[in-house]
């Protein structure tokens, strides 16, 4: 006690000279130094916990004044990539005024946050890291101003205290799951088998189900020793907590369980050198102390080493009758019970400053007696006041000790979480706060120890209905020193009005969502024209950025830079917008790249916003255009049908007639050189119907498996010969073959080319590059997709004006003074007709460049083309069915010149008549010239039918001035062995019988 009075003396006088000379304490006013503590998981996980917490003690024990910043990133639950840009947005806001001094960054993911982040967020701020798992340099590649403590497991450290407290063991079983994480540990502590081979015997228990690995645990002996890796997971899936797999471990074995982790020390197991919360926050504060006091970072080593603590549990050392003394030094023993002065120790010093100050309290009690009377009875009547005013308050009045528990409660709190008083006073305030809010109520206790020492909260509370939204008023009670107290918190539930923003904020985000998303262009503004929203398709379509775009008068200026055009624009929508839902005609829009879209307004209003949908029509126009264009042309099909056949049967009997008079008579003659003019006018003739013939409905070309390549440069080199254009081709080395008519194509080739040598009079090149396409669908081109051969005819010529160039392909649509306006909108009907598409590009000045897509073939066989020339003869019956008697009288004599019999019908009764005569008589006929349209009688296709019935080897040759009908083109199909399409010289009648006959 002597000594305890001398004790107490000395303090006295300190006491008293530290009162009387406050400048000993407060004589140099520091600076505070704002810490910024990044953790990368949650409140409650133990391991970056005890960091946190160790660090947080030797900062407070330190003389430097400091404010430190926590911040709980929550990634062990959350993926970091989805936090991580969240996260940096929320920390520019919230320290976007604050300068730290030191930021300490626990375990892998802040790390990884801070080297991504730091010069953005914290620009030249030392950084201190720990728990930092696998480390290597390149994690803080470039880094500056940055250092810090590792964390690695002593898988050796732990095997070296077994020898040290078990040194007779010599069977250790290992214990590992099939996770990754389980396998990759194992194979860490399979590298130290080899060092302990003389020592122990090792017996992995590796992947095991849980029921078996559970029986052998029970067959383990005493004397044996157990290192625990991790069992989170068996081999069928079944996963277990680390605490299921800790008591499972220690429930079913009898000896000494060892592990590397001090999260694991419990629930009965021993120990071992395990990587510890507190060394690292240890040796992280030793940094941060030695960073606050002026030396630079960059010159403090990184710690490779992790600081590892060897940590024993006392319950198991008593368990297995370990004795302390075999303990490492240093060793931390957890759940030592304590010595009876150790666990009272604060009971007899309270007792014994009680029993001096006594004497001082009893004297001071009997002068005051009478006061305190006094004082009791008034302050009795305002606890009465109070106590009516707590108990009849709605409010929720609170009050709990700065460590968090409750000293009081209202009724109305009571009654909200569903505890009495008395079960509440004394238990955890923190248990009742939503998990995801308890990090802000730290934060918002922490700030009640800086002036007003008053805050407001609003968080979410456990009760018997679930959680509800409390708004709480909090103010600090401070005590004689200006320690705190108390902390007296009223609030009121707010969780309608929570749900009610809630549902606000989702319906507004569900409504920015649909426009942003939106296909179509949208834009909201309010009654003044800003602009609110501008959704992604906006920006897309017309290329103005949301910065470009604050208000309607930026779009008005934009889009419509034509002054009295934009002025007609504003003057309707102004007219039209207070209507409700207002549809504006079309416009055109200027982009920002200088092109123009066909735009047409919609515009509705939702309270005091306009939603502006801006339907971009420009490629519906396009396809308008394109279908109008395709209607004209076929419109006049209908005229050309009814001309054709009458002409070409004209035109037969005429080339007929001159073929026969040109091949019997000398080359030599005078007059054969006037019968081939005759024949040549006949042929241009043919050639003029044909283009009238392509514009025919229904009509498809005679099609024939080639090459156009060939076909290209014969019509580009005839039609070029000694004129003063230049000419190239670029063709692929094995172009796609196509089906297709060779005339109609030869006449496409040929306007092209005839074009191009009419735009350059004084001289040019055309180059004709073709290639293998592929065509995705894309419009305004109306064909579907697929292989196509694209050609190009592009001329370095004068060029088409853009008011022409719209209309070249429109049916006797011409800018030449000779020229009669079906030369392009044949070829347009052609390929049309072929599944294929032709379209030009020009500019004055510049050339034209004509394209073609060529439905194609990718099969690239060889295709016989079989070329005859003169007159083959034969012998035989032909039997003629046609109804012009010119036409029967001219293919009769071409016939009798090449040696055949003939006989004519009219009419397909009277020639089925005739072929079934023929055949009885033994005499019939081996083929048939069907001209397939005879008017007011049966055409050849019905009368084949019925000759199929006579005769199913019928040899039948269809024959038409109407080349585009379908059965021409698909002749096969429909039974014909040949075609023949009149006019027709006597050539092709010879070549054509020879080839059906001897087939």
């Given at each position: 006690?002597?000594?305890?009075?001398?004790?107490?003396?000395?303090?006295?006088?300190?006491?008293?000279?530290?009162?009387?000379?406050?400048?000993?304490?407060?004589?140099?006013?520091?600076?505070?130094?704002?810490?910024?503590?990044?953790?990368?998981?949650?409140?409650?996980?133990?391991?970056?916990?005890?960091?946190?917490?160790?660090?947080?003690?030797?900062?407070?024990?330190?003389?430097?004044?400091?404010?430190?910043?926590?911040?709980?990133?929550?990634?062990?639950?959350?993926?970091?990539?989805?936090?991580?840009?969240?996260?940096?947005?929320?920390?520019?806001?919230?320290?976007?005024?604050?300068?730290?001094?030191?930021?300490?960054?626990?375990?892998?993911?802040?790390?990884?946050?801070?080297?991504?982040?730091?010069?953005?967020?914290?620009?030249?701020?030392?950084?201190?890291?720990?728990?930092?798992?696998?480390?290597?340099?390149?994690?803080?590649?470039?880094?500056?101003?940055?250092?810090?403590?590792?964390?690695?497991?002593?898988?050796?450290?732990?095997?070296?205290?077994?020898?040290?407290?078990?040194?007779?063991?010599?069977?250790?079983?290992?214990?590992?799951?099939?996770?990754?994480?389980?396998?990759?540990?194992?194979?860490?502590?399979?590298?130290?088998?080899?060092?302990?081979?003389?020592?122990?015997?090792?017996?992995?228990?590796?992947?095991?189900?849980?029921?078996?690995?559970?029986?052998?645990?029970?067959?383990?002996?005493?004397?044996?020793?157990?290192?625990?890796?991790?069992?989170?997971?068996?081999?069928?899936?079944?996963?277990?907590?680390?605490?299921?797999?800790?008591?499972?471990?220690?429930?079913?074995?009898?000896?000494?369980?060892?592990?590397?982790?001090?999260?694991?020390?419990?629930?009965?197991?021993?120990?071992?050198?395990?990587?510890?919360?507190?060394?690292?926050?240890?040796?992280?504060?030793?940094?941060?102390?030695?960073?606050?006091?002026?030396?630079?970072?960059?010159?403090?080593?990184?710690?490779?080493?992790?600081?590892?603590?060897?940590?024993?549990?006392?319950?198991?050392?008593?368990?297995?009758?370990?004795?302390?003394?075999?303990?490492?030094?240093?060793?931390?023993?957890?759940?030592?019970?304590?010595?009876?002065?150790?666990?009272?120790?604060?009971?007899?010093?309270?007792?014994?400053?009680?029993?001096?100050l006594q004497l001082v309290i009893i004297i001071l009690l009997i002068i005051n007696v009478f006061r305190r009377r006094i004082a009791e009875g008034i302050a009795h009547e305002n606890e009465e006041k109070y106590?009516?005013?707590?108990?009849?308050?709605?409010?929720?009045?609170?009050?709990?000790?700065?460590?968090?528990?409750?000293?009081?409660?209202?009724?109305?709190?009571?009654?909200?979480?569903?505890?009495?008083?008395?079960?509440?006073?004394?238990?955890?305030?923190?248990?009742?706060?939503?998990?995801?809010?308890?990090?802000?109520?730290?934060?918002?206790?922490?700030?009640?120890?800086?002036?007003?020492?008053?805050?407001?909260?609003?968080?979410?509370?456990?009760?018997?209905?679930?959680?509800?939204?409390?708004a709480w008023s909090n103010k600090a009670a401070r005590g004689a020193k200006d320690e705190i107290i108390a902390v007296v918190s009223a609030g009121h539930d707010i969780t309608d009005r929570m749900d009610a923003?809630?549902?606000?904020?989702?319906?507004?985000?569900?409504?920015?969502?649909?426009?942003?998303?939106?296909?179509?262009?949208?834009?909201?503004?309010?009654?003044?024209?800003?602009?609110?929203?501008?959704?992604?398709?906006?920006?897309?379509?017309?290329?103005?950025?949301?910065?470009?775009?604050?208000?309607?008068?930026?779009?008005?200026?934009?889009?419509?830079?034509?002054?009295?055009?934009?002025?007609?624009?504003?003057?309707?929508?102004?007219?039209?917008?207070?209507?409700?839902?207002?549809?504006?005609?079309?416009?055109?829009?200027?982009?920002?790249?200088?092109?123009?879209?066909?735009?047409?307004?919609?515009?509705?209003?939702?309270?005091?916003?306009?939603?502006?949908?801006?339907?971009?029509?420009?490629?519906?126009?396009?396809?308008?255009?394109?279908?109008?264009?395709?209607?004209?042309?076929?419109?006049?099909?209908?005229?050309?049908?009814?001309?054709?056949?009458?002409?070409?049967?004209?035109?037969?009997?005429?080339?007929?007639?001159?073929?026969?008079?040109?091949?019997?008579?000398?080359?030599?003659?005078?007059?054969?050189?006037?019968?081939?003019?005759?024949?040549?006018?006949?042929?241009?003739?043919?050639?003029?119907?044909?283009?009238?013939?392509?514009?025919?409905?229904?009509?498809?070309?005679?099609?024939?498996?080639?090459?156009?390549?060939?076909?290209?440069?014969?019509?580009?080199?005839?039609?070029?010969?000694?004129?003063?254009?230049?000419?190239?081709?670029?063709?692929?080395?094995?172009?796609?073959?196509?089906?297709?008519?060779?005339?109609?194509?030869?006449?496409?080739?040929?306007?092209?080319?005839?074009?191009?040598?009419?735009?350059?009079?004084?001289?040019?090149?055309?180059?004709?590059?073709?290639?293998?396409?592929?065509?995705?669908?894309?419009?305004?081109?109306?064909?579907?997709?697929?292989?196509?051969?694209?050609?190009?005819?592009?001329?370095?010529?004068?060029?088409?004006?853009?008011?022409?160039?719209?209309?070249?392909?429109?049916?006797?649509?011409?800018?030449?003074?000779?020229?009669?306006?079906?030369?392009?909108?044949?070829?347009?009907?052609?390929?049309?007709?072929?599944?294929?598409?032709?379209?030009?590009?020009?500019?004055?000045?510049?050339?034209?460049?004509?394209?073609?897509?060529?439905?194609?073939?990718?099969?690239?066989?060889?295709?016989?083309?079989?070329?005859?020339?003169?007159?083959?003869?034969?012998?035989?019956?032909?039997?003629?069915?046609?109804?012009?008697?010119?036409?029967?009288?001219?293919?009769?004599?071409?016939?009798?010149?090449?040696?055949?019999?003939?006989?004519?019908?009219?009419?397909?009764?009277?020639?089925?008549?005739?072929?079934?005569?023929?055949?009885?008589?033994?005499?019939?006929?081996?083929?048939?010239?069907?001209?397939?349209?005879?008017?007011?009688?049966?055409?050849?296709?019905?009368?084949?039918?019925?000759?199929?019935?006579?005769?199913?080897?019928?040899?039948?040759?269809?024959?038409?001035?109407?080349?585009?009908?379908?059965?021409?083109?698909?002749?096969?199909?429909?039974?014909?062995?040949?075609?023949?399409?009149?006019?027709?010289?006597?050539?092709?009648?010879?070549?054509?019988?020879?080839?059906?006959?001897?087939?």
């Amino acid at each position: 006690m002597g000594i305890f009075m001398k004790n107490f003396f000395c303090l006295s006088v300190l006491a008293g000279i530290l009162f009387y000379y406050p400048g000993v304490l407060y004589s140099h006013s520091k600076p505070i130094k704002k810490i910024l503590f990044l953790n990368s998981y949650h409140p409650g996980k133990a391991f970056s916990d005890n960091i946190f917490d160790e660090v947080k003690k030797i900062l407070a024990a330190s003389d430097i004044k400091h404010e430190l910043f926590v911040e709980y990133m929550d990634t062990k639950r959350y993926h970091s990539a989805y936090l991580f840009p969240i996260l940096k947005e929320t920390y520019i806001l919230k320290y976007k005024d604050y300068r730290f001094d030191l930021i300490l960054a626990s375990d892998n993911n802040a790390l990884d946050f801070i080297v991504k982040n730091r010069n953005e967020l914290f620009p030249g701020v030392p950084v201190v890291f720990s728990g930092i798992n696998n480390f290597k340099k390149s994690m803080i590649d470039r880094q500056k101003n940055i250092t810090g403590v590792i964390e690695a497991v002593d898988m050796k450290g732990t095997l070296d205290l077994i020898l040290h407290l078990q040194p007779m063991v010599k069977d250790v079983y290992v214990v590992a799951d099939v996770t990754e994480t389980g396998q990759l540990l194992l194979d860490e502590l399979r590298q130290f088998y080899p060092h302990y081979a003389n020592a122990f015997n090792f017996i992995e228990l590796n992947s095991l189900p849980l029921n078996e690995l559970m029986t052998k645990l029970k067959e383990i002996p005493k004397h044996a020793a157990l290192f625990y890796l991790p069992y989170f997971r068996d081999p069928s899936g079944i996963a277990l907590s680390m605490e299921d797999g800790l008591r499972m471990i220690t429930t079913n074995c009898a000896c000494p369980i060892y592990t590397c982790w001090e999260e694991e020390v419990q629930y009965g197991v021993l120990g071992g050198v395990v990587t510890s919360g507190k060394g690292q926050g240890e040796a992280m504060a030793e940094m941060a102390l030695k960073i606050l006091n002026r030396t630079p970072a960059d010159n403090i080593p990184i710690r490779l080493e992790s600081p590892n603590l060897t940590i024993v549990d006392y319950g198991a050392l008593v368990k297995f009758a370990i004795p302390f003394m075999l303990l490492p030094k240093g060793s931390v023993i957890l759940n030592e019970p304590e010595s009876f002065f150790y666990e009272n120790r604060n009971i007899l010093i309270v007792a014994g400053v009680f029993f001096i100050l006594q004497l001082v309290i009893i004297i001071l009690l009997i002068i005051n007696v009478f006061r305190r009377r006094i004082a009791e009875g008034i302050a009795h009547e305002n606890e009465e006041k109070y106590r009516f005013l707590i108990e009849n308050s709605s409010d929720l009045i609170v009050r709990f000790h700065p460590d968090g528990y409750f000293q009081f409660v209202s009724p109305s709190f009571s009654e909200l979480v569903g505890y009495s008083e008395e079960e509440l006073l004394h238990t955890q305030y923190m248990p009742f706060v939503h998990p995801d809010d308890r990090a802000i109520t730290r934060k918002m206790l922490d700030s009640l120890n800086r002036s007003p020492f008053s805050s407001y909260i609003e968080h979410r509370i456990l009760t018997p209905q679930g959680w509800k939204w409390i708004a709480w008023s909090n103010k600090a009670a401070r005590g004689a020193k200006d320690e705190i107290i108390a902390v007296v918190s009223a609030g009121h539930d707010i969780t309608d009005r929570m749900d009610a923003e809630r549902k606000i904020r989702e319906n507004e985000e569900r409504f920015r969502l649909m426009i942003e998303e939106s296909p179509i262009p949208i834009v909201v503004t309010n009654t003044q024209n800003t602009i609110l929203i501008l959704n992604n398709c906006f920006i897309e379509t017309f290329g103005y950025s949301r910065e470009e775009m604050k208000t309607l008068d930026n779009w008005w200026m934009s889009a419509y830079p034509d002054e009295n055009y934009r002025k007609d624009i504003i003057e309707m929508w102004n007219s039209q917008r207070g209507e409700g839902e207002v549809r504006l005609h079309e416009s055109r829009a200027m982009c920002k790249d200088g092109s123009q879209r066909e735009v047409e307004y919609l515009i509705t209003s939702v309270g005091l916003w306009y939603l502006i949908y801006l339907y971009d029509v420009t490629e519906k126009k396009k396809m308008e255009m394109e279908i109008n264009k395709i209607q004209r042309i076929e419109s006049i099909g209908i005229l050309a049908g009814g001309i054709a056949h009458d002409f070409n049967n004209l035109l037969t009997a005429i080339l007929g007639n001159v073929s026969i008079c040109r091949s019997t008579v000398q080359g030599d003659d005078e007059i054969y050189e006037y019968l081939g003019e005759a024949e040549t006018a006949c042929l241009k003739a043919r050639e003029l119907t044909r283009q009238l013939l392509t514009f025919s409905k229904g009509g498809d070309p005679v099609k024939k498996t080639g090459s156009v390549a060939e076909l290209i440069k014969e019509s580009v080199t005839f039609l070029l010969r000694g004129s003063k254009v230049r000419y190239s081709f670029d063709f692929p080395e094995s172009p796609w073959l196509a089906n297709f008519d060779e005339g109609q194509m030869s006449q496409v080739f040929s306007n092209l080319i005839i074009n191009a040598r009419e735009a350059m009079p004084e001289g040019g090149k055309l180059s004709v590059i073709m290639e293998n396409f592929h065509f995705n669908g894309v419009p305004p081109i109306p064909i579907k997709p697929g292989t196509y051969i694209k050609i190009m005819f592009q001329d370095n010529g004068k060029g088409i004006p853009k008011s022409d160039l719209k209309r070249i392909f429109d049916p006797y649509y011409t800018t030449k003074p000779m020229g009669h306006g079906l030369g392009l909108a044949s070829v347009f009907s052609i390929l049309s007709k072929h599944e294929g598409y032709i379209y030009a590009e020009s500019e004055l000045g510049q050339g034209t460049v004509f394209s073609i897509l060529l439905p194609a073939l990718e099969d690239n066989g060889m295709v016989d083309i079989i070329k005859k020339t003169g007159l083959i003869l034969g012998k035989g019956k032909i039997l003629l069915l046609d109804d012009d008697e010119q036409v029967q009288k001219t293919v009769d004599s071409m016939l009798k010149i090449l040696g055949y019999d003939v006989q004519c019908a009219g009419d397909g009764d009277q020639a089925i008549e005739m072929y079934k005569n023929a055949a009885e008589t033994g005499n019939p006929f081996i083929a048939v010239l069907l001209d397939l349209t005879i008017p007011g009688g049966k055409g050849g296709l019905d009368t084949l039918k019925i000759l199929k019935e006579i005769d199913p080897k019928v040899k039948a040759i269809v024959v038409s001035g109407y080349s585009n009908d379908p059965v021409m083109a698909n002749y096969k199909k429909h039974g014909f062995c040949g075609v023949l399409e009149k006019p027709y010289k006597i050539e092709a009648i010879s070549e054509m019988l020879y080839e059906v006959i001897n087939s």
